[in-house]
């Protein structure tokens, strides 16, 4: 349904709006891409180009420097990054399909049990228990959070001895591995809200004619609603492809390990030391910081981390590409109800 009727267009009241509207709506696609276009500009530019102020627009002398040394950027400067780059990529691959291979099913289930099987008083304290993460700020439960991985099932800095004996009760210590990124990710409590909402609109009728016919939950689920819900899928999907690909914080806090630390870590440790090393000149960087020193002479300065950041937003790019119809449909029925 259009925002303004086809119809009404035309009256010169319509059209004023009309105009308006698509004028912000330009206004706002234009304010989006300049900050992609400068980090495109950037990351062609070499390295005293790109630390040079005032910026240039576009490099006078366009090159590819800071895209190919960028994959060399552990072997050139040891003391930024401990790994290859490619590490970090596959660090950041293996939690974000991990979240979504656990989270997509475990909250699909739970949000299908609590919308069509679980009926009664149990329905609205169930429902209030799942969403109730989501009233409280995440920097709220940031330490309980870390805690936990430390000491699950106790969000305490030392767990408690068992009553009686001065044995401590045993936990789980999941604190600087991947699996401290995708447990807790895993169990959203936003896409259970985005499928149950779907699927309070999907009748019942459909539910009892299949069960009428013989059909178990499991299959009822797998081969009506999945199908039926594909659009709602690709949203929850995208949310959490995008959300754990791009955390930083909350990697920041359980992962100390270099060799299991996602991209994001590691641009931020490269932007950190050329921020503290100043950006006006070369020679400013190569005399602030002995660690950015070989990067610089190698021609790697403000180019490469824009590369970086290209890169870090490539992927959820390229998945908009190739889910944009299911994503659009799953948007528009998200928007009417």
Same mark, same amino acid.
């Given at each position: 349904?259009?925002?303004?009727?086809?119809?009404?267009r035309?009256?010169?009241?319509?059209?004023?709006?009309?105009?308006?509207?698509n004028?912000?709506?330009w206004?706002?696609?234009?304010?989006?891409?300049?900050?992609?276009?400068?980090m495109?500009?950037?990351?062609l530019?070499?390295?005293?180009?790109?630390m040079a102020?005032?910026?240039t627009?576009?490099?006078?002398?366009?090159?590819?420097?800071?895209?190919?040394?960028?994959?060399?950027?552990?072997?050139?400067?040891?003391?930024?990054?401990?790994?290859?780059?490619?590490?970090y990529?596959?660090?950041?691959?293996?939690?974000?399909?991990?979240?979504?291979i656990?989270?997509?099913?475990?909250?699909?289930?739970?949000?299908?049990?609590?919308?069509?099987?679980?009926?009664?008083?149990?329905?609205?304290?169930?429902?209030?228990?799942?969403?109730?993460?989501?009233?409280?700020?995440?920097?709220?439960?940031?330490?309980?959070?870390?805690?936990?991985?430390?000491?699950?099932?106790?969000?305490?800095p030392?767990?408690?001895?068992?009553?009686g004996?001065?044995?401590?009760?045993?936990t789980?210590?999941?604190w600087?591995?991947?699996?401290?990124?995708?447990?807790?990710?895993?169990?959203?409590?936003?896409?259970?809200?985005?499928?149950?909402?779907?699927?309070?609109?999907?009748?019942?009728?459909?539910?009892?004619?299949a069960?009428?016919?013989g059909?178990?939950?499991?299959?009822?689920?797998?081969?009506?609603?999945?199908?039926?819900?594909?659009?709602?899928?690709?949203?929850?999907?995208?949310?959490?492809?995008?959300?754990?690909?791009?955390?930083?914080?909350?990697?920041?806090?359980?992962?100390?390990?270099?060799?299991?630390?996602?991209?994001?870590?590691a641009i931020?440790?490269?932007s950190?030391?050329?921020?503290?090393a100043?950006?006006?000149s070369?020679?400013?960087?190569?005399?602030?910081?002995?660690?950015?020193?070989?990067?610089v002479?190698?021609g !790697?300065?403000?180019?490469?981390?824009?590369?970086?950041?290209?890169l870090?937003?490539?992927?959820?790019?390229i998945?908009?590409?190739?889910?944009?119809?299911?994503? !659009?449909?799953?948007?528009?029925?998200?928007?009417?109800?």
């Amino acid at each position: 349904m259009s925002l303004f009727p086809l119809v009404g267009r035309k009256q010169p009241r319509m059209r004023v709006a009309w105009s308006l509207m698509n004028i912000l709506l330009w206004l706002g696609i234009i304010l989006h891409l300049i900050p992609f276009f400068i980090m495109i500009s950037t990351s062609l530019k070499p390295a005293a180009e790109a630390m040079a102020m005032p910026p240039t627009l576009w490099p006078k002398n366009p090159t590819l420097v800071g895209w190919s040394l960028i994959w060399n950027i552990s072997d050139i400067a040891k003391s930024l990054l401990s790994q290859p780059l490619s590490r970090y990529f596959l660090n950041s691959t293996l939690m974000t399909l991990g979240t979504i291979i656990l989270s997509i099913p475990v909250t699909s289930l739970a949000a299908y049990a609590t919308s069509k099987l679980i009926k009664g008083r149990a329905t609205k304290p169930l429902f209030i228990f799942f969403i109730g993460t989501l009233m409280l700020p995440g920097i709220v439960t940031l330490i309980p959070s870390f805690l936990l991985t430390r000491n699950f099932p106790f969000p305490l800095p030392v767990p408690p001895n068992i009553p009686g004996t001065e044995i401590a009760f045993p936990t789980l210590r999941i604190w600087n591995t991947i699996w401290a990124v995708i447990l807790p990710a895993g169990f959203s409590a936003s896409n259970f809200l985005l499928f149950k909402g779907f699927f309070d609109g999907i009748p019942d009728s459909i539910i009892n004619a299949a069960r009428v016919d013989g059909g178990s939950e499991f299959n009822i689920f797998r081969r009506i609603i999945v199908p039926m819900s594909l659009p709602v899928y690709a949203v929850t999907t995208y949310f959490t492809f995008g959300g754990v690909w791009d955390s930083y914080l909350w990697p920041l806090v359980v992962i100390q390990d270099s060799a299991i630390a996602p991209l994001t870590l590691a641009i931020r440790r490269i932007s950190d030391a050329f921020s503290g090393a100043g950006t006006t000149s070369t020679m400013t960087a190569l005399g602030a910081s002995s660690a950015i020193a070989p990067l610089v002479e190698q021609g !790697l300065s403000w180019n490469g981390l824009m590369v970086l950041g290209l890169l870090q937003a490539l992927p959820v790019f390229i998945f908009f590409i190739f889910a944009r119809e299911y994503l !659009l449909k799953g948007v528009r029925i998200q928007g009417l109800k």
